[in-house]
């Protein structure tokens, strides 16, 4: 794997076991994502898209094949090994934002620099601010996510994702949840962040206007890549 390259799918196989029945979710996937990449995972609803996600985001394991992310192939690491990957390399939007209700944005985005136990107290006061004046939040620090709207929630979810500067940020059905305008401007902040800092993005949708906006449209169907 080359330099440039930050995802590598080989033969990538996922079957999950409902009692006695084997339902294959993802049969023989290959694919590469390149540092940089703005691309999308498109398809209907069950066609794998989530479940590709959270096998890069080694939040799942294959069944079979190899997985490997900024370098590591994922299913030769421990569980702390993957934590690591997960909590060093790879931001997660989630669908339903998955944000901690008792806490403030800044908490909320605060929170995996918390984790990562790198850098002091003033830094990531002046890192979360930062990061929250760019999602255009910065009024919005002191409010629990109750008090946010749908499109505010996911920016504080983007922010939350972009403060660790990952390498990766992956995002699951980022606009599903909000009206065509707010889904429209939240892809705009992440192009813009793409652009400006050269994240990866790949994100999963089956919106033919969030598709139009990727570098590269990666389409999928019943668990299978089709051209």
Do not use: W
Request: hydrophobic share 40%; net charge neutral.
């Amino acid at each position: 794997m080359t330099n440039d390259v930050i995802v590598q799918l080989q033969q990538v196989v996922k079957d999950y076991q409902l009692g006695a029945v084997t339902v294959p979710a993802i049969r023989g996937v290959d694919l590469t994502i390149s540092a940089g990449e703005f691309s999308t995972i498109a398809g209907p609803s069950g066609s794998g898209k989530t479940t590709l996600l959270n096998l890069i985001g080694c939040v799942d394991t294959a069944t079979k094949g190899k997985v490997v992310v900024a370098g590591r192939s994922t299913g030769e690491l421990s569980e702390r090994e993957l934590t690591r990957l997960r909590l060093f390399e790879i931001g997660f939007i989630f669908q339903s934002f998955n944000l901690v209700s008792v806490l403030t944005a800044f908490q909320n985005v605060e929170f995996p620099l918390l984790l990562q136990k790198r850098i002091v107290k003033s830094e990531r006061r002046d890192r979360v601010a930062g990061l929250l004046e760019k999602v255009g939040l910065a009024d919005h620090a002191a409010h629990r996510p109750g008090e946010l709207s749908g499109g505010q929630r996911q920016r504080v979810a983007i922010a939350r994702a972009l403060v660790t500067r990952p390498a990766l940020v992956l995002a699951d059905e980022p606009t599903a949840n909000l009206d065509s305008k707010t889904g429209a401007s939240i892809v705009d902040l992440m192009k813009q962040i793409n652009e400006q800092d050269k994240t990866t993005f790949l994100f999963s949708t089956h919106d033919e206007d969030v598709m139009g906006r990727a570098d590269r449209v990666v389409k999928l169907v019943d668990g299978q890549i089709v051209t």
